[in-house]
Structures are given as structure tokens and as C-alpha cells.
T-cell receptor
Framework: DADVTQTPRNRITKTGKRIMLECSQT?????MYWYRQDPGLGLRLIYY???????NKGEISDGYSVSRQAQAKFSLSLESAIPNQTALYFC?????????????FGEGSRLTVL | AQSVTQLGSHVSVSEGALVLLRCNYS??????LFWYVQYPNQGLQLLLK??????LVKGINGFEAEFKKSETSFHLTKPSAHMSDAAEYFC??????????FGTGTRLLVSP
């Protein structure tokens, strides 16, 4: 089983619909992140969380919200999806205690908004 | 603010040829730098990292990178490309609190 699991892996939805992408991890890490990948733009940080009570905005948080339900779970929501939110979304985790910044990624959730 | 710039969105090499993927960084403090690889339909995985120890860093699958402060560069190399190296490669720099800032990526194409 993967250490960082994202669901769904693929989703097609319509403009205006609410969408939730879920991430769970078995690595025991405190830090969790949501990134968005677009061709030619690399990965951009949406939100990050250092523990259950800590949520922080990244560089492109507008139109997104997150929930840290437990140490192992971090969900990303699009309250009213729009076509320019079509992208590949990655969840990642990191240990607070070291590893000099290494992030561990899930396999991604591909979202298409029509 | 720390950032990285990857030169070339696509690089094509023949199998057995040298691989060189370029990354330049901008940082007001000594940077921690990373190269990640993304194989098709997969997440990113760490290739190697520079954390201010040795300037020549060796990673997985025969890749290495050299930190050159005078050139603000952290280029990724591999002496001999293999078909399995075809992937997208991302350079990244860490900002405060383990936030990675990624470059725009370079897709490596390997032909027989």
C-alpha cells in the first residue's frame, strides 16, 4: 500500500459543483501539503498544515479550502469548481523532525472541470 | 524570496548520451536545493538534495548534481542516459518551514 494515498485519482465534474479531494498517510508525519501541477508552471502550493490545529495558505489558495481531520488526513475542497481549476493535484507529507525538507508525494488526483 | 529557474522545458538525448538538466537558484541565504523526478502517471520522488555539505551530490539511478555558488546553479547530470530516465524533472528550493518552491520542470526525452 502507498504511504500517501489520494482519492479520487480521477474526477470529472461540472462548473459550480463542490469537490473534495482526500489525502491520507501512514508515514506518521506531522506536516501535510496540497500542491497543484499545471503544464509549464510546475507545482504551486495551495495550503499546508504543520499539525491538526495549524492551517496555512500557500501561494494560490483562492477558491480552495482545506480540513485537517486528523494527523493522517488532509482534505482539499473546491466549494464551487471552475474550469481553470482543472489540474493535477498532489498531496505531500514531511517529517517535522528532520530529513532536510524531503517531501513524500501521493500519486496525484486529476481533476477536470467542464 | 527564494526561487529556482529551470532552463529548457524539454531536453532530448539519445540513449547512452550525457544528460544535463539546468537549474539556477535565487536565494538571499544559503539554499537547500532538491531535484525531484516524476515518472508518467506517478507522484514526485526525491532524486537528490543539497543541504550545504558536499557540493557534489549523488542521487539515485546514477544522477548527480553540483552546487556552484559562484554561478548560482545546481545542474543535474547523468553520464549515460537510459530509456527508463524519460520523465519530468523538477528543481526545487526550500523556504521557511519546509515549503518547497518548484521550478517549471524539464521533460527529458530519451531516444534509442
Amino acid at each position: 500500500d502507498a504511504d500517501v494515498t489520494q482519492t479520487p485519482r480521477n474526477r470529472i465534474t461540472k462548473t459550480g459543483k463542490r469537490i473534495m479531494l482526500e489525502c491520507s498517510q501512514t508515514k506518521g508525519h506531522d506536516r501535510m501539503y496540497w500542491y497543484r501541477q499545471d503544464p509549464g508552471l510546475g507545482l504551486r502550493l495551495i495550503y499546508y498544515s504543520f499539525d491538526v490545529k495549524d492551517i496555512n495558505k500557500g501561494e494560490i489558495s483562492d477558491g480552495y479550502s482545506v480540513s485537517r481531520q486528523a494527523q493522517a488526513k488532509f482534505s482539499l475542497s473546491l466549494e464551487s469548481a471552475i474550469p481553470n481549476q482543472t489540474a493535477l493535484y498532489f498531496c505531500a507529507t514531511a517529517s517535522a523532525s528532520g530529513a532536510d525538507g524531503e517531501l513524500f508525494f501521493g500519486e496525484g488526483s486529476r481533476l477536470t472541470v467542464l | 524570496a527564494q526561487s529556482v529557474t529551470q532552463l529548457g522545458s524539454h531536453v532530448s538525448v539519445s540513449e547512452g548520451a550525457l544528460v544535463l538538466l539546468r537549474c539556477n537558484y535565487s536565494s538571499s541565504v544559503p539554499p537547500y536545493l532538491f531535484w525531484y523526478v516524476q515518472y508518467p502517471n506517478q507522484g514526485l520522488q526525491l532524486l537528490l538534495k543539497y543541504t550545504s555539505a558536499a557540493t557534489l551530490v549523488k542521487g539515485i539511478n546514477g544522477f548527480e548534481a553540483e552546487f556552484k555558488k559562484s554561478e548560482t546553479s545546481f545542474h543535474l547530470t547523468k553520464p549515460s542516459a537510459h530509456m527508463s530516465d524519460a520523465a519530468e524533472y523538477f528543481c526545487a528550493v526550500i523556504t521557511g518551514f519546509q515549503k518547497l518552491v518548484f521550478g517549471t520542470g524539464t521533460r527529458l526525452l530519451v531516444s534509442p
